[in-house]
């Protein structure tokens, strides 16, 4: 069965200690530490060494979404401290302006495939201009921007045939007309189930979901259901 866990930005926005402690104890065997927001990184790298992260086989760091304020070159810096550990790295591909910098992390590199509000990496022949660029990249697939993107299922299909091989790690969410991410319902999980079979098993399960504490095991239970797992 494959690790299944929780963003720590969708559980407690912009608060990674705070979303550590909500899966303390609970049956998260993964964990995204975010820093979506590109305030969060240096406080969330510095903080690393002080992390209880026992309970967790699968461990990820996502990169901030958008740079205003820090340049591309410090926050490669700083996520080489990340890689150090072994640990995938998400990404947005708008992020990448100087692909150069971000080759280095080869596949530790997860680039994730993006929501309506963007424009480049939701479809299969966008994300396939990002590999070109950084062949060595790995794929965050994202099933909830996958289907709001075409909510016939039909583009989630092609990235996960054409990219099977690069798929590092998921991303589930119910995702709404606002690309904000929501506890799973009925309709997401009827449409994530009908491309689950092309997941490569054991496959990291990251819920973007933002639940109660008191909710987090149902919502587990509810990703596999909708991933067909176990």
């Not at 950084?134 to 909830?144: Q, Y």
């Not at 991303?171 to 991410?181: D, E």
């Not at 496959?203 to 149902?218: G, K």
Request: net charge negative.
């Amino acid at each position: 069965m494959p690790p299944i866990g929780f963003s720590t930005g969708s559980l407690a926005f912009g608060n990674f200690r705070l979303g550590l402690q909500m899966v303390e104890g609970q049956r998260a065997a993964a964990i995204e530490l975010s820093a979506l927001r590109e305030g969060e990184l240096v406080d969330l790298v510095s903080a690393i060494d002080e992390l209880e992260l026992d309970q967790f086989s699968y461990i990820a760091v996502h990169a901030p979404s958008k740079l205003e304020r820090l340049t591309e070159e410090f926050v490669v810096d700083q996520l080489k401290k990340v890689a150090h550990r072994g640990w995938p790295i998400v990404l947005h591909p708008d992020v990448v302006r100087v692909a150069e910098l971000w080759r280095p992390f080869g596949g530790l590199l997860c680039i994730e495939n993006m929501d309506i509000r963007k424009s480049t990496g939701r479809t299969t022949n966008e994300l396939n201009d990002i590999f070109e660029i950084l062949p060595e990249a790995s794929l965050c697939f994202d099933i909830g921007h996958a289907r709001q993107v075409d909510p016939t299922m039909s583009e989630a299909e092609l990235i996960l045939k054409t990219f099977q091989r690069r798929i590092r790690q998921v991303h589930v969410s119910s995702v709404g007309s606002k690309s904000n991410h929501e506890p799973l319902n009925f309709g997401a999980t009827r449409a994530f189930q009908r491309v689950a079979h092309l997941l490569p098993a054991d496959t990291p399960i990251i819920l973007e979901t933002p639940v109660l504490r008191e909710q987090l095991h149902e919502e587990i239970l509810a990703a596999r259901d909708a991933l067909c797992v176990g």
